[in-house]
């Protein structure tokens, strides 16, 4: 934990570059879709809450943000506090931190002896002031704070269960599709969650942005005409400053064959102070580029994560949202349908649902492919199509995502198909055939 923890440390100072600080959060819009079951974690009455709110902060951050900030950063402007670099200098990384703020239970205080080689543990204040502090089993939680289970071993779990380490002529770069790579730039998140397909590396000062690294992996691009989309991830690639990210899309942008760039980043709901106007301002000028966003749960959907998406929307960045299906954390059709409603609300189009990976130590997080396919089933037809994901098994061993869909066609009769509608309604579709 120690050297994992100082790695992490330097790496942030390496980075800490005081380039801009984030705007108010001004957020006229959002105080209705609050989740309303946050401001019960800070063990105050809602109508207490309120009256000790000023009243234009109502719209800028959840009541339980703005108490716990008041409560453990009594000191701390609201300028430091949405200062990116503030809060990841600030994050919370050990067992003394955490008690500081939360209730520590037996099985989550014991793994921490044994944490050495195994994913860091990194959660900015903001994301902090989310968790319940006297509930184990809240979700937000159990996505960060780690537990005896993480030592658990299935037969069928693997460090690396996508064989990326087979798929990378240059160290950090994944070559996986013809036409596409996956470019890890770092290793460093603001905030680690306990679920990561990457924990192998993640947080372990294995994967730094040292430019004659990023060089050679841009070098390999260029001498590979195929390749025309290069999803830039780690890490976090949005915890590097703006001008070692811009340096980097400069140098993809140069590449002619590169026709679009991507940015996978959970940013915008841990750390969404990082989204800043200079950053915006910034990415823009290097278009197409998009970005897969990850969330988790809709508690994430807070008035500084609708602000963050919004700024990145209105920067033409198409934003799509990529969430793991995690075990007692959004395995239900309430909560997943809840969350895709928040991020079409936030302009993001939910994308992908993935089925969690088979990470060494992960069993606690997965469910069964039937919970994936029931809840695409009370998607489907439900709700807007726009709210349904795709439901996807990444093959383990380097296959490949496949795509998982409930029996819609039941089956075929001559050139007739019978189908079944999301009510369960048997219908007929007679086929073209191809005679000739
Ligand atoms: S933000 Fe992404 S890379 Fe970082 S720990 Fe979470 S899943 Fe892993």
């Known amino acids: 934990m120690q050297s994992s923890l100082s790695l992490d440390v330097k790496q942030n100072q390496d980075m800490e570059e005081k380039d801009d600080e984030p705007p108010s959060s001004y957020f006229p819009f959002i ?3 609050y989740p309303p079951s946050v401001s019960s974690f800070i063990n105050l009455p809602n109508a207490l809450i309120s009256s000790i709110i000023p009243k234009k902060t109502k719209s800028k951050t959840l009541p339980a943000t703005f108490v716990f900030r008041k409560k453990f950063f009594p ?3 609201t300028k430091q506090w949405n200062d990116w670099h503030w809060q990841i200098s600030n994050r919370v990384c050990s067992l003394e931190q955490l008690k500081r703020f939360i209730k520590i239970f037996p099985e989550e205080e014991s793994i921490f002896k044994q944490l050495d080689s195994k994913l860091p543990v990194g959660i900015t204040p903001y994301y902090m002031s989310l968790l319940s502090p006297d509930n184990p089993e809240h979700p937000l939680r159990r996505t960060v704070v780690p537990t005896i289970h993480e030592l658990f071993k299935s037969p069928e779990e693997k460090d690396d269960p996508l064989g990326e380490e087979h798929q990378s002529p240059v160290p950090g770069l994944v070559h996986r599709y013809p036409d596409r790579v996956l470019f890890l730039i770092l290793d460093f998140c603001s905030t680690y969650c306990r679920y990561c397909t990457r924990s192998r590396v993640v947080g372990h000062g294995s994967i730094l942005p040292a430019r004659s690294r990023l060089e050679r992996a841009i070098e390999y691009i260029k001498n590979n005409p195929a390749i025309r989309d290069v999803l830039i991830s780690g890490g976090d690639p949005l915890t ?3 001008n070692r990210l811009e340096w980097l899309l400069i140098r993809l942008r140069q590449i002619p064959h590169v026709e679009i760039i991507r940015i996978g980043t959970k940013v915008p709901a841990v750390l969404p102070q ?3 106007p ?7 000028k290097y278009h197409p580029l998009l970005m897969s966003l990850h969330f988790t749960h809709p508690e994430e959907c807070t008035p500084e994560a609708y602000r963050a998406c919004n700024m990145l929307a209105n920067a033409g960045i198409p934003l799509g949202s990529q969430t793991v299906l995690l075990k007692g954390i959004n395995d239900d059709v309430l909560t997943m349908k809840n969350l895709m409603h928040h991020l079409l609300k936030m302009r993001v ?8 990976d088979l990470i060494t130590g992960s069993s606690h997080f997965r469910t069964s492919i039937d919970k994936g396919l029931e809840i695409i089933q009370g998607l489907r037809g439900h709700t807007s199509g726009y709210a349904v994901p795709h439901y996807v098994i990444d093959a383990p061993g380097g296959g490949g995502k496949i795509p998982l869909m409930p029996d819609y066609l039941m089956r075929r009769e001559g050139n007739n198909l019978l189908l079944k509608n999301y009510e369960d309604r048997i219908f007929r579709y007679t086929d073209t055939i191809n005679c000739c």
């Open 274 to 276: 990082r989204i800043t």
């Open 240 to 242: 590097l400053s703006d």
């Open 75 to 77: 000191a701390i402007s």
């Open 349 to 356: 189009r939910p994308y992908y649902l993935y089925q969690c």
């Open 278 to 284: 200079n950053l915006v301002k910034m990415l823009r």
């Open 31 to 33: 105080e209705n879709s």
